[in-house]
């Protein structure tokens, strides 16, 4: 159960740095020109190491979510119950007849 929380956790936040990488790899880097007269940006480029790194993260925190989830759904259901805890809950009844009266209770 702690593996699958501790993957779900990671791959959210792989997911969400690899989709912030990706999505900053795009026109990232501008190019100047000097001709004309005119001085200014006349091209943009994208960042591809950027951009292949963005999408490996994001992939790979999505396989984290996509195996985390499952392994803290079925390791919740596998932990055993304490000592501690009560199997039933207490319960008292109450029982009147002609004539007399019982009360019991049970932890």
């Known amino acids: 159960m702690l593996g699958g929380i501790a993957l779900t956790a990671g791959g959210t936040i792989a997911f969400f740095a ?8 795009s ?3 501008e190019i100047y020109c000097d ?3 005119y001085t200014g940006i ?3 480029r ?3 190491p ?6 490996l993260v994001s992939i790979g925190g999505g396989i984290m979510l ?5 392994l803290w759904i079925i390791g919740g259901k596998k932990v055993p119950a304490t000592a501690d805890a009560p199997e039933a809950p207490a319960q008292t009844t109450l029982s009147l007849g002609p004539g007399s009266a019982a009360l019991q209770t049970r932890f």
């Open 18 to 25: 690899g989709t912030g990488l990706l999505a900053s790899a």
């Open 27 to 29: 026109e990232r880097y």
């Open 35 to 37: 001709f004309g007269g």
């Open 42 to 44: 006349c091209d943009t």
């Open 46 to 48: 994208t960042d591809g």
């Open 50 to 55: 950027r951009q292949v790194a963005g999408a």
């Open 66 to 70: 996509a195996v985390g989830i499952p």
